[in-house]
């Protein structure tokens, strides 16, 4: 009964979004079936939109990181420039977090009222970031208002474009299916946190105007994604709805199977990178190197490729269907990355930086791409962008473990806080295996077997 369920669910799900796919098209060409020829040749075919929507999301998405990051071997530069201290900068770094909260609104209410209006605004917004950027290279109050309008910016993205993506994958020219699709939004956001500090990074090193041209690319960059996904990615939200501001979980399993799971795990996927790439360079004192902001953008950037290249054994480990979740894979190795971190420390040796990168950016990865897949199947389908903006504020505390380190630096040395980090993350490795294997399809195990709602609020017979 419940593989019927949902088969049913999902062959109702895609329906709908070829539905949509359809009605975007040249009247003739659905009556055709076949491209319309005599369309101008500027005209978008459907088959063009549903088979590059879900890419032009992607770069969004890809944008989006892309701008969150490319702050990051910019701290040095306005150390210099401004004379900025560690903790005005920690904070800097960290104002970025809180710009992500009100941004993960977006979830929900793109739920109620469409995907697309909520993504375009989003990426304006990350383009607005850069911009005041630019025009904060002398003033840290500016500095302080970008990094909010950058965390706006993310966090609407990454709710909102996140589930758009998810969708557009899932139609027919998009090929793939739920793990695919959860893989395709973790490799775009971590693409962009590759590029955004290694270009940024490299001009600030070596290009003139320091603090203006390294922004200057994601413009460009920005600019072009807001082009194409306002060309080529269709809505996949037809029914507007009121906007109500929930979990996305039913009662029961899936909920507590959120909590106990999926909730213990998220602040390390943003824990894990934000102590590699804005708390150790800065601990190891590579802000004394001559080539300092190119090094901590190349940390930076091989966290985030690190994060990138274990994704597909992510994708592995949740196939295997073993007894823990795979998510406590990834908090097992950001503890090993946390450990190795507190001995670069007390060896004082920069070149540890690079394993370290490497380590707890594959715990990056392995909690990310876990946490989405999970998310994908504790939702209800109506309430995916909402559970995705819960996953993600949750994720986003992560951000602020650099700035809480340096705070509690008076309390105890480096090694020792980062040796309490490590046993914090052995604890949620601990706690995330407590709630054992994922189960199929938990969103609809805890539904009413009698009707099902779809994503759009259509009910089904599940009579049959």
Known sequence: MNTQLNYMIAQQRIAELQRISERARPLDEVRAGQPNLSQPASAVSAAA???????????????????????????LVYRH??????????????????????????????????????VLAAATASLLGSLLLIAGSRSPTLLYLARF??????????????????????????????????????????????????????????????????????????????FASARLAPETITRRTRLTVSAGLPAGRSRRRFWRSVAVMAPWVFAAPAVAFAFLPAALGADRLTGGVAVTGAVTALTALAGVLIQPA??????VRWRWPFGTV???????????????????????????????????????????????????????????SVYYALAYIGFATPYLLTLASPLADYQTLLLIL???????????????PPAANAAVDDRDRGALPDNNGVVLDAAG
């Open 149 to 226: 309008v950058a965390g706006l910016g993310s966090g609407a993205a990454f709710s909102a474009g996140t589930a758009w993506l998810r969708e557009l994958s899932l139609l027919a020219p998009g090929s793939a299916d739920p793990t695919r699709a959860a893989r395709r939004a973790a490799v775009a956001m971590t693409t962009g946190f590759t590029i955004g500090p290694l270009v940024s990074g490299m001009l600030a090193q070596w290009g003139p105007a320091s603090r203006v041209l390294p922004y200057l690319p994601h413009v460009a960059f920005m600019v072009a994604a807001l």
């Open 422 to 436: 490590a046993a914090a993350a052995l604890t949620s490795a601990a706690a995330v295996a407590s709630a054992g």
């Open 81 to 118: 420039a401004l004379g900025l201290g560690a903790g005005s900068l920690e904070a800097m770094f960290g104002v970025y977090a809180l710009g992500l909260i009100p941004g993960l609104l977006a979830g929900p209410l793109s739920d109620a009222k469409g995907r697309r209006p909520l």
């Open 314 to 319: 992510a994708r592995a480990l949740d196939a």
């Open 330 to 388: 990834g908090l097992l190795v950001c503890t090993a990355g946390l450990v190795l971190g507190a001995y670069a420390v007390r060896a004082g040796s920069l070149w540890l930086l690079a394993p370290c990168a490497v380590v707890l950016g594959c715990a990056y990865g392995l909690c990310l791409v876990s946490g989405l897949i999970e998310v994908g199947r504790l939702a209800r389908p109506e309430a995916v962008g909402s559970l995705t």
């Open 49 to 75: 939109r549903g088979r590059h929507g879900w890419m032009a999301v992607a770069l969004v998405l890809v944008g989006a990181g892309w701008g969150s990051n490319q702050f990051t071997p910019m701290l």
